[in-house]
């Protein structure tokens, strides 16, 4: 087995030698709209050869057991999309039991498919044909995160759907920063732009400290760019707490003429937003990106104030950028799917043994350079999809399918800080019953998103439970979370930063069933038509 070092060795020398051909092609809309409409035209032939080549000839592969317990190989698998099309195919997968959840995605719960059981480790599911040239990370709380290796051609596969977005929504010639969470995950963006011909021109991280090897890494890019004629930024600590200083910064480069994009959390955007408005700034001529968080209508309208626009990303890590905002939405999170990189069904599930019904979206790569295949696999997010015709300059590329009220219900986050519902659970159900009294029906945690715009969490205490500190068990609660190890401690650092938690004295939510749930998804469901788990076409 090759030891970690020496694989770090191996993609620092990879990115040395390949960066300078990477930034060399800049993708263009003109050129990146042909590509789509190749990727439109050729979805089910490039799926079968992907099924084939990282499927059926990779042995350790997970989906080779959950196809092979279905009874279905792959000449069944042609005849099968052939006959009914991708999401035909998909959909008749996923009823034969070949799916992964969230939780045996991430290596935490074992596949349980009729009387066969299956375990997979997060590593079964990387892409076989790849050598990185750099490797990102997943947000983890209980370990360091999912390993994500990414090669070059990801950031490019990424770019085509970006660069015809910025395009059709007039961003092409912003300039672009960034203001997030240290690490590997920020080298994304700032590659991504590159590809574009535009590198981020500033790079602003809101929590000390940066973690080395991100220092280390975003000199190191510095400094090879410049060789290469190419100016990278090196991150510059900017607090979340005073977003005004950002509002202030970007309305200097405003005066100037520039017009800025700035990729960030949702809930940061708002921040800004509402610190520019309180400061009587006009920040006409920003665009935020904003990603990790649902952007509802209170954000939009928020950001609306101070005179800047939104373009809602969906993405996570391990699959790439699922969507961009339409340009004619009909809601704040209405996002076009990018149909020409990605299948997408939606299966009918409970959360928990006996939690609220969801439609959760399951995910198919259709790229070769991915760094996970997937197959039908979970997010950890639902909401709803549906095909209309909305004139857009996307839409009329052939991208129909949109998705919007997009909710997560294996994951709480909240200023682009995730935690698992597993984590919380032994909190819940153990630590603060044990500290302060009471059972675990006593404490719930709830989302709520203020009149701000800022999603914050509730953490329930029943009166049953008696006196408490709510400053101490707020306190409790995150020290917990930070224990978890990886990027927990991050994370609760973050939060706690932005006060995301907040005790409240009530009675616990129950659900229509009576139930009481650790994690109170029933109001998020309400806001959203059911959907069934074959896809509703609007023609």
């Known amino acids: 087995m090759i030891s970690p070092w020496l694989k770090d060795v191996g993609m620092l020398l990879r990115l040395t030698r390949d960066l300078r051909t990477f930034l060399r092609t800049p993708m263009i809309a003109e050129q990146a709209i042909e590509i789509i409409r190749h990727r439109l035209a050729t979805r089910e032939k490039r799926f079968l050869t992907m099924v084939e080549q990282a499927i059926f000839n990779s042995p350790r592969s997970p989906y080779l057991q959950l196809l092979r317990a279905a009874g279905c190989d792959f000449g069944d698998l042609t005849a099968l999309v052939n006959r009914e099309g991708l999401e035909g195919a998909l959909s008749r997968l996923v009823e034969a039991g070949v799916y992964v959840t969230f939780a045996e995605f991430k290596g935490h719960k074992e596949a349980v498919r009729g009387s066969q059981r299956f375990s997979f480790d ?37 770019a085509v759907d970006t660069a015809v977005t910025l395009h059709l929504h007039g961003l092409s010639r912003h300039n672009h920063v960034i203001w997030l969470h240290g690490g590997f995950g920020a080298l994304i963006p700032m590659l991504l732009y590159a590809k574009l011909g535009q590198p981020p021109f500033a790079w602003f991280y809101p929590l000390k400290p940066l973690p080395l090897k991100a220092h280390v890494a975003s000199r190191y890019l510095a400094l090879l760019g410049g060789l290469f004629g190419y100016a990278f930024p090196t991150p510059v600590f900017l607090d979340l707490r005073d977003p005004g200083a950002m509002a202030m910064w970007l309305a200097n480069h405003l005066k100037k003429g520039t017009s800025v994009c700035v990729t960030t959390y949702a809930s940061s955007a708002v921040r800004i937003a509402s610190a520019a408005q309180e400061k009587g700034i006009s920040l006409n001529g920003v665009c935020f990106i904003t990603l990790g968080e649902p952007f509802t209508e209170s954000k939009q309208r928020v950001v609306d104030a101070c005179g800047a626009r939104a373009l809602v990303r969906y993405a996570f890590t391990e699959a790439g950028i699922i969507g961009y905002r339409c340009s004619t939405p009909q809601l704040s999170d209405d996002l076009h799917f990018f149909s020409d990189s990605y299948g997408l069904v939606q299966r009918s599930r409970t959360v928990g043994d006996s939690g609220p019904s969801v439609d959760a979206f399951l995910f198919t790569s259709l790229l070769h350079s991915v760094p996970k295949i997937l197959l039908n696999v979970e997010s950890g997010d639902y909401g709803l999809l549906e095909r209309r015709r909305c004139g857009c300059g996307l839409g009329n590329l052939g991208l129909q399918d949109h998705v919007s009220h997009i909710r997560s219900f294996e994951k709480l986050s909240g200023e682009g800080m995730t935690f698992v519902q597993t984590d919380l659970l032994r909190i819940l159900e153990d630590v603060l019953p044990i500290r302060y009294g009471g059972t675990a029906t006593d404490y719930q945690v709830l989302e709520e998103e203020g009149t701000d715009g800022i999603l914050r969490l509730l953490l329930i205490v029943s009166p049953k439970v008696g006196a408490i500190d709510e400053g101490t068990v707020c306190h409790t609660f995150l020290e917990e979370l930070g224990r978890n190890g990886g990027y927990a401690p991050l994370a609760a650092g973050i939060w706690r930063r932005a006060e995301t938690v907040q005790v409240r004295r009530q009675w616990p939510v129950a659900t229509k069933a009576g139930k009481i749930l650790p994690f109170h998804l029933v109001k998020a469901q309400q806001e959203i038509p059911q959907v069934s788990t074959d896809l509703r076409r609007q023609k």
């Open 122 to 158: 997060e590593d079964d599911f990387d892409n076989p044909f790849l050598s990185p040239h750099f490797e990102a990370r997943s947000g983890g709380t209980r370990s360091p995160g999912t390993s994500v290796k990414i090669h070059f051609s990801y950031i490019s596969d990424l």
